[in-house]
């Protein structure tokens, strides 16, 4: 997997796509993975959004948490590189906090599921906690209906978890918002034995 520093540099070489529209939103990226097989079942599109209000203790990705910095993406320039990548089967949107960038982040989504793929979202936030700020915040709702399915949850170093698929510490939660989202926890494995990941199914 290409270090951060090497996905770093790719995003500032990256290639202006033409005839942009510059009042099209924007989303602050910290770097990107085309191709990845550990944030979410299948072939997988990351995004790791710049700026963490959480800033966790133990976080493997820090230098995301400052709100200055990364690169600026229009949903134009990102779909551009995705559909580079037609093996993907979604998209991962990591950070970073993504709702803080809710508004574009949930246009970007939109677009995914138009493709045909789906939408994975970690979170800081519990989705609870979300769902209160959704109230004020009409992008962190665009998102959240576009989610399918939520990692949410701070990242607690005393309860990290190497053993459990795509969390890094046992208090966060696998919660699938779609139909889709309940097909990927399908996809996911659980352990046998040893620490216990919730999953919640959307009904």
Not at 79 to 92: E, F, K, V
Not at 175 to 190: M, R, T
């Amino acid at each position: 997997m290409p270090s951060y520093w090497e996905r770093k540099l790719r995003l500032l070489g990256k290639q202006k796509v033409e005839q942009i529209d510059p009042n099209e939103p924007q989303v602050q990226l910290a770097s990107l993975i085309e191709e990845s097989i550990v944030d979410g079942p299948g072939l997988r599109f990351v995004l790791f959004t710049q700026g963490c209000p959480h800033r966790c203790p133990g976080c493997h990705n820090p230098q995301t948490h400052l709100y200055i910095g990364g690169t600026d993406f229009t949903i134009t320039e990102i779909l551009s590189i995705y559909d580079q990548h037609p093996a993907c089967n979604g998209i991962t949107l990591s950070g970073g906090e993504p709702f803080l960038h809710g508004a574009p982040l949930a246009r970007l989504a939109t677009k995914i599921h138009e493709r045909g793929g789906d939408v994975i979202t970690y979170t800081g936030y519990r989705l609870e906690r979300l769902k209160e700020l959704a109230k004020t915040d009409e992008g962190i709702l665009a998102l959240l209906k576009e989610t399918d399915l939520l990692v949410d949850g701070p990242f607690i170093q005393k309860m990290r978890c190497l053993e459990a698929a795509f969390v890094g510490s046992t208090n966060q939660r696998l919660i699938a918002l779609s139909p889709v989202g309940n097909k990927l926890l399908k996809d996911i494995p659980e352990l046998p034995e040893g620490p216990r990941v919730e999953r919640l199914i959307y009904e």
